[in-house]
């Protein structure tokens, strides 16, 4: 199976360029030079920067200067401490993951389209060139099933644009369900050598999120451990009322171990080998909520399963956004926990 060379272990910078108040402060300094080498110093190899669409382009549709130079300054900090990094497309106009913002027509209007299209092509002008240690993310979580078939016509529209400018530089695509991994099969074929599928993990969900206020139905003080036995985990979902989100049928495993995230990744798997087409996963992580030793326990079980496959990853996320891992709540774990990154 082909890997995403130079992608191995990673971490995202949410928080920062997208999913903020997108306040002068907030784009200057919630980032900075030192992060960047304190990942370097925890043995990471890039990292993921996800960017919503507003620093970039005024309502008019113009572009926004301030916004292209702090991918700017991303880039050249990586180019000096010797990562690589992943430009995501966290948000585009017409379109939010966040079940709060929702989707607004994007997938069926023709002008919120060449706006995506606009910014990925200015992007293209100006990045293409470190296409030694950069790649794009063409778009941060489709939702909808319904979507698929305009997303991949839409992300196929993208590639081109790009390829005008670059035939070299990694092009990252996702699918439906934010990124499902059971839903990577239905994603157009690979269309060059330098396509990449990826995907997002945050099973089993009741773990991960206990207690998330983003999640519907879900208890704000709602408490599980990690691990424990399937039957557990379906009872407790059952329990609040979340058995939509409990899907356990390809799992044979009665305990989660390693053994859960090997069989959870075998789909991801079969349809990179069958598609020969490298795979990464950009996002996995663990609440701020969980007890620290829960999540090391976690983080060892996914990384074992990440390696066997050769999947490169990075973890959610560098600084807050209720999963921080320099933050102060995980203190205790992390000098043991950043070598399952």
Partial sequence: MRKLEGFDHGIDLGGWLSQCDYSKDRLENFICEDDIKKIKSWGLDHVRVPVDYNIFQADDSSFIESGFGYVQRAIDWCEKYGLNMILDLHKTRGFSFDKGENESNFFSDTALQQSFYDLWEEFSKRYVRYSHMLAFE???????????DEWNRISGEAVKIIRAYSKDIKIIIGSYWNNSLDAMKDLAAPADKNIVYTFHCYDPLIFTHQGAYWVDKMPSDFRIAYPETVTEYKAQYDRIGLNEM?????ITVEKLSEKYFEERFAEAKRVAEERNVPVYC?????????????TLNWYKDIHAAFEKYGFGRAAWSYKEMDYGLSDEHISGVIDELIKYL
């Fill in 138 to 148: 063409l778009l941060n979580e489709v939702t909808d099933k319904e979507y698929i």
């Fill in 282 to 294: 950009g996002e996995y992580g663990v609440i701020n909520l969980a007890q620290p030793q829960d």
């Fill in 246 to 250: 409990c899907d356990f049928s390809h």
